[in-house]
């Protein structure tokens, strides 16, 4: 597993069971349910076919309220899906142990829309199945089911007049690995 030096050193100073920390690997049941891994066989996307895609509205991230995940969700990161390069996309956390990881968004009516491409990263484990829900003031508006290989899906949520919006997601099959970011991204998440 690569990871940065500095990053490494955070997560072993913080007690997380990685790996990279020179302790034993955990099974994604006793670390980081929902997490991500390095696969050895994501093939690299070669940076002519990158390009970079930000929020057009409000970043989502900037409106996240609470959390029930075990690692970053909800939170800015970069994020790759299908060959692009996501600057400033939202984190999306796995829940691997039956029970779905959620982020709460505080919207408080001031927006109509929420969109934004949802996917998994290459690092996702490839036999893994994630089901992501989109749910505004208690009314599921979206669902839908990735893998790692599958195409990302553009999604268009109507927010208009909603005091929140919750996007939980959970592992349907195939297993998760001990991880230090989120295998799940909406990439270009905004609020408009």
């Not at 409000?58 to 990161?77: E, H, I, K, N």
């Not at 505080?106 to 949802?118: D, H, I, M, P």
């Not at 553009?154 to 991880?179: F, M, N, Q, W, Y």
Request: hydrophobic share 40%.
């Amino acid at each position: 597993m690569r990871l940065r030096t500095s990053f490494t050193f955070v997560l072993c100073a913080s007690g997380l069971a990685l790996a990279a920390c020179g302790g034993p690997a955990a099974s994604s049941n006793e670390a980081h349910p929902g997490g991500l891994s390095v696969d050895t066989k994501a093939a690299a996307v070669a940076p002519a076919e990158q390009s970079s895609a930000t929020p057009t509205g409000t970043p989502l991230y900037t409106r996240l309220a609470t959390s029930s995940a075990v690692g970053g969700t909800g939170q800015a990161l970069t994020a790759s899906l299908a060959g692009i390069t996501y600057r400033s996309a939202t984190g999306v956390w796995i829940g691997c142990e039956g029970t779905a990881s959620t982020a709460v968004y505080r919207l408080n009516g001031e927006f109509s829309k929420l969109t934004g491409v949802l996917g998994l990263q290459p690092h996702t484990p490839s036999d893994l199945q994630v089901r992501i829900s989109f749910i505004v003031d208690g009314d599921s508006r979206l669902s839908a089911v990735l893998t790692r290989n599958g195409q990302p899906e553009k999604i268009s949520v109507s927010v208009a007049g909603a005091r929140s919006v919750t996007v939980s997601a959970l592992a349907i099959d195939g297993e998760c690995a001990p991880a230090p970011a989120p295998y799940g991204a909406i990439g270009a998440a905004s609020l408009t």
